[in-house]
């Protein structure tokens, strides 16, 4: 299941289930999504990511809809091994010609499988 | 063939004292940034160069100075360490300011 807290947030899923992470971005005018992954000691990993002219787009394993309309991002991992266990962050980045903004991220969501 | 390379890895230090801690990639990319995580894995950026300019400076204590002698190195170094300076810092690089940021394995400072 899934916690919010004081905490970072929390999903556990059985080895070989479907995981689904979520993530609310805030700035209606970002059109560049990305998902990172970050394992225990090591620094954020690039995913998979998306502009905001698409809705959906496949990985291997992966899969990213985005939601323009509330503003919300997904990622489902298909069939997810321990190896998928690690904190999960969105980012977003705002239109090109705003000029030289920062990649936001998200607070990150803790994968934990369970085997 | 590390793409993005942080030393050092792991930084215990005083109060007080002052460090740097340095990144270079060897991906070809004209833009590099600075990252602190926080305890709660909050990543916020501090400060980003695009071809040894610097263009973002979020608002990040003077005692924090980023230099960077190229387009493949930033090193960031700290004066006057303050306890709530212990974090891990992240280096990142990209191509162009807009485009998929590839990361640094990050240096754990802590200050005692």
């Known amino acids: 299941g899934e916690s919010v807290g004081l905490h970072l947030p929390t999903l556990s899923v059985q080895e070989g289930d479907n995981s689904i992470i979520n993530c609310a971005y805030s700035?209606?005018?970002?059109?560049?999504f990305i998902w990172y992954k970050q394992e225990s000691g090591k620094g954020p990993q690039f995913i998979i990511d998306?502009?905001?002219?698409?809705d959906k787009r496949q990985g291997q394993r992966v899969t990213v809809l985005l939601n323009k309309t509330v503003k919300h991002l997904s990622l489902q991992i298909a069939a997810t091994q321990p190896g998928d266990s690690a904190v999960y962050f969105c980012?977003?980045?705002?239109?090109?010609?705003?000029?030289?903004?920062?990649?936001?991220f998200g607070k990150g969501t803790r994968l934990s499988v369970i085997a | 063939d590390t793409a993005v390379s942080q030393t050092p890895k792991y930084l215990v230090t005083q109060m007080g004292n002052d460090k740097s801690i340095k990144c270079e990639q060897n991906?070809?990319?004209?833009?590099m940034y600075w990252y602190k995580q926080d305890s709660k894995k909050f990543l916020k950026i501090m400060f980003s160069?695009?071809?040894?300019?610097?263009?973002i400076n979020e608002t990040v204590p003077n005692r924090f100075s980023p230099k960077s002698p190229d387009k493949a190195h930033l090193n960031l170094h700290i004066n006057s360490l303050e306890l709530g300076d212990s974090a891990v810092y992240f280096c990142?690089?990209?191509?162009?300011?807009?485009?998929?940021?590839?990361f640094g394995p990050g240096t754990r400072l802590l200050v005692l």
């Open positions: 990142a690089s990209s191509q162009g300011t807009q485009e998929t940021q590839y």
């Open positions: 700035n209606s005018a970002s059109d560049y």
């Open positions: 998306i502009r905001s002219n698409m």
């Open positions: 980012a977003e980045n705002m239109v090109p010609n705003s000029g030289n903004t920062p990649l936001v």
């Open positions: 991906l070809g990319h004209d833009t």
């Open positions: 160069y695009n071809n040894k300019e610097l263009i």
